[in-house]
């Protein structure tokens, strides 16, 4: 049947859902983890303007508590996609369980999915966090106290059910799933490490422990899978850049070190992976480097960071990559926006933008959609 056929009102509600679909497609969102501090932890879903605008929507319970600390890497809050939607994930390290929500990606609204939070296999509090990574339906659980990382199915609804817990040589701080989902990269503020994952039983094995020539902190994995780049707790600015073999096995490149900025505990590459953007957490910058052949990194600029943000913390970007997202640790916890120009970072007006007061403990945020890292 061709559309002079149709009748009015099925043109008129094709067109509806047509445009909702754009409009959730094209709309970006920021989810935080607040880590109140001697509190019950939240999220914070902000929606961002076309010019890089921070609008604060609604701040949600996760049920569970904050933890009150945390490490500078840590990323305590991601996402996921399942066949059904998007979901959210939020880490209570108060108590060692982990919040889920479903994600509308048509107004940014959270609903908690039944039986959250749910326990990572850990008890009690983890004063450094809980890092979080997901990829290929399992959500991965970094438990910086005690030296493991919890592997966890991920339902289509977004609920999760603990399949392992494996014990690791160090306190994940930075943790990442490789784009095809077979490979998990660590961080143990230290020497990193890779692990095999077995999607059908959560099964992890251990391919390292690999030697850093510094402290690694944070990771981030390019669109291809094939190199992982560590930021470096480290008084400059240190990243150490590792080639991921065929069979995941970590070898390092490159160990780049510069004296722009101070501390590199946080690294994110561009949504086309041509740059590699630092948070300078101590001296409350962003430090751009370009990305070359072979784990080659350029320095190209360093922005020093608005007030009154304190200390640059975690880092994102959406699908667009036109604007670059960084958690600012204050009180309130704020969110910096900064517009990128190649190599160049800006601040966006009025940037950094508050959130929620939290008593200036570290807190985390994820971009819904995001680009693949």
Known sequence: ?????????????????ALLVGNATAQQYIFTNDNVANSGNSTTALTVSGKGVVRKLKTYPTGGKSAGSGYFALAPVTSARTRLGSCLFVSNGGDSSIAAFQVNLFDGTLTAVHGSPFADGVSGAQTFGIGLTAGASLLFAGNTNNNSISVLRITSECSLKLLKMVTVPGSPAGMRVTPDGDYLITAYIGQVDSFTIDRSTGDLTELGPFKTQGSAAGVDVSCDGTTA?????AT????????????????????FINKNGESSNNIMLSAGGKYLYVSNTMSNQITTLSVGSNGSLTYESTV????????ALGLATGTGGLDVFVSEESNPESIGVLAADAGTLKEVPHSPFPVIKNGSDPAGLTAVPKACN
């Open 1 to 17: 049947m061709n559309n002079r056929l149709k009748p009015s009102w099925v043109l008129s509600l094709v067109g509806t859902l």
């Open 304 to 311: 020093k960071l608005n007030k009154p943000g304190l200390y």
């Open 229 to 233: 780049y560590f930021g470096d707790a």
């Open 236 to 255: 400059n600015t240190q990243v150490e850049v590792f080639s991921i073999g065929s069979s995941g096995e970590l070898k390092e490149l490159n160990n």
